[in-house]
């Protein structure tokens, strides 16, 4: 047998681990004072075991060190041990009646012994005293009853390891840990009040410090993108910070005078709106000035329902000022129409020639469509000697050799001007075609519209304001609609009462009889009675044509006419 080890137990170490007290029911303390019980059959003292470095020395060479976790030689007195009379462990008073819990051990029964010896070669740490026991001799409190007789000392080293109640204010006991098994690492989390040993704070590790940045950086880092999104979520900005025009103006001065924000600039000030009311209804449409002091060239199918009593017509112009207006003259045959404003200092447009014109000539129409005034389309002149009956429908027709132009003209647009790149004049806006089956009144621009050319306006306009009426050319025949074949033939019977060819008229004198067929005027093929009739009508009274005739028999000759004039009125 080998001496017990003499160094104390550390504190704590007769507390039983939370994980060992789990789902198991608390064994009833064993009170130190009681005879320990007999060994169990087979059991064997430990080997000597001399303890680590430093600890204390029995004194005598070579003897066996003892223990530190052996009992004490003498047992200790209960860290439980009733307090004085009258004094609760924790301060009160104690409890009324019954036995105290703090009595002697006879109160206790004590817990028996477990088999087998240590694998540690220490005994079990449930059999030191605690180091916070009352010291030994302690006088026994008043009233307590007598624990009986003193007990004998046993031989410690007949004594197996007695556990004692855990002491619920004592410090856990570092436990001993198998070879190969490593410490867990102090974190630095600091002990509650109650469990604090010597008040020393503990140091927090640079790692840990270090890992809650790098956590608090991604925390952040994370906050951010999300943050990032939800704002991009939100469509409105502190700021538009939409980007700034480039440029030094946006004035006429910065356009050139043959653009077309050129042109509308200097023609849309002498252009204006048309509005006719009268018994039967009203018209819209467009017209342009002639001269400064308030002469106005329109269509004549615009003023047309102006010829009743009653009826009314305002002009309408650029800058907003509206004026009344009369009818100077009108005339359905080039269905054209002067007015007349009390005003002076008005900016005329100037006519230009008409037969200068040709495919392909930018053009710029100018009106108010639809009652809109002040609108401007371009395009080109896309025909030229375009033979247009136009008119209201409900008036003689107009005959017309027209200008044909893809720039946009719809309804309201007639009588406003179509101008070339400088500006004039070339075009008085006339007519618009549509697609077949539909009425004359509805749709719009399909890319084909007309204009009277200008050289026929200037002519017309003249007379209209020098007399009130106009006049145009004629040859003195007749023409048969129901032919068909190459050029227009002469009708061969009278019409409504009129020979074939009129009498001493201009056809009769150069020789054409009833019958022959008109094949072209100078050097024009005709194939159609409307365009001779347009030809003609685009020259003035006493000029003179070529006309290319086949008589009856076959045979092909020129003949020279010299125009004659209609009848006025």
Known sequence: MTAPDDRAPEPGAGEPRADDRAGEQPAPAADPFAPPPPAPRGWTAPPS?????????SGVPGAPQRSPYAAPRQPAPSPYAPPASGQHPAGGPPPAGGPQPWAGAAQRPATPAQPGPSPWGAPSPWGAPSPWGAPAGAPRPAGAPAAGPPVAPVPVTDLPPVPLPADPGAAPAPGLLPPGVLP??????????????????RRVPLAVVAGLVVAAFGAGLVGGVVGARIERDDPHLADAGLPATVGTGTGTGDRAPDSVAGIASTVLPSVVSIEVTSATGGSTGSGLVLRQDGYILTNHHVVASAAGSGASIVVLFADGSQLAATVVGSTSDYDLAVLKVEAEGLTPLVLGDSDAVQVGDPVVAVGAPLGLAGTVTTGIVSALNRPVAAGDGAEETAFINAIQTDAAINPGNSGGP??????????????????????ATSGGSIGLGFAIPSNQARRTAEQLIESGVATYPVIGVLLDGAYTGEGVQVATEPQGGQQPVTPDGPADRAGIRAGDVILSIDGRPVTASDELVVAIRARTPGEAVTLRVREAGGAERDVRVVLDESAPG
């Open 49 to 57: 075991w001399t303890g680590p470095a430093g600890a204390p020395s």
């Open 184 to 201: 867990m690492p102090d974190l630095g989390v600091a002990p509650s009040a109650g469990r604090r040993r010597g008040g020393r704070r």
């Open 418 to 439: 179509l101008v070339n790149a400088a500006g004039e004049v070339v075009g008085i806006n006339s007519a618009i075609a549509q697609p077949p089956g539909t009425a």
